[in-house]
């Protein structure tokens, strides 16, 4: 999967709980995205980040949180304000945000709320 | 605005026959796209994309892919299937002129497709 590692693999949430997923590349890209795949919808853009300390919402934003602090860390927080959290969270990375560099992915996690 | 639209959720075709999966696209530009497969519980793998010039473009695992201006079309092709090549495929666009965020890439659902022994 191209450099990214995700972690956990599985993830078990409880209601009212906040959850962070962790995602890190080693390429030196400086571009990174979180994405939610749900069955049937693709993929939807939560978070992106062009450099450290910089970050800006994507489509589905609302009760999620991410962090910048290093080029090679992007992790992603899924807060009690996610009403419908249970998918499959999706991590990628490239050169830069130019529309024609492709994205690398890591192998996801899989968030389930009990 | 600018959106994928991939017709078919499912493709079946016999192994060692050619395959198309199928990709449509509207933005307001000139498109740049891509293609990626996802094998289950994976994350996605990169295939192959069009920025510009040669409207046939070749990828991985002896994929290519066949740009269409008029048609506003992206299919992508194999000429001879493996089962190994079974998977969710994805189609994406971004308008050349697009930055990230919600005017970045957009995907389509996905296509389901299956190669029979």
């Known amino acids: 999967d191209g450099g990214i590692t995700q972690s956990p693999k599985y993830l078990f949430r409880k209601e009212g709980q906040n959850v962070t997923l962790s995602c890190e590349q080693n390429?030196?890209?400086?571009?990174m995205y979180w994405y939610r795949q749900d069955p049937g919808q693709g993929l939807r853009l939560i978070y992106y980040?062009?450099?450290?300390?910089?970050?800006q919402k994507g489509d589905i934003a609302e009760g999620y949180s991410v962090s910048r602090e290093k080029k090679e860390s992007f992790p992603l927080t899924v807060t009690s304000a996610q009403k419908n959290p249970t998918a499959f969270y999706l991590c990628?990375?490239?050169?830069?945000?130019?529309?024609?560099?492709?994205?690398?992915f890591g192998p996801g996690t899989r968030l389930t709320v009990l | 605005a600018q959106s994928v639209a991939q017709p078919e959720d499912q493709v079946n075709v016999a192994e060692g026959n050619p395959l198309t999966v199928k990709c449509t696209y509207s933005?307001?530009?000139?498109?740049?796209l891509f293609w990626y497969v996802q094998y289950p519980n994976r994350g996605l793998q990169f295939l192959l994309k069009?920025?510009?010039?040669?409207?046939l473009v070749k990828g991985s695992y002896g994929f290519e892919a066949e740009f269409n201006k008029s048609q506003t079309s992206f299919h992508l092709k194999k000429p001879s299937a493996l089962v190994s090549d079974s998977a969710l495929y994805f189609c994406?666009?971004?308008?050349?002129?697009?930055?990230?965020?919600?005017?970045?890439?957009?995907f389509g659902k996905g296509t389901h497709l299956i190669i029979q022994p």
């Open positions: 933005v307001s530009g000139n498109p740049y």
């Open positions: 990628a990375s490239s050169i830069g945000l130019a529309p024609y560099n492709e994205q690398f």
């Open positions: 980040s062009q450099i450290v300390n910089d970050f």
């Open positions: 994406a666009v971004r308008d050349i002129y697009s930055g990230g965020g919600a005017d970045g890439l957009t």
């Open positions: 069009y920025i510009t010039g040669d409207n």
């Open positions: 390429l030196n890209h400086d571009a």
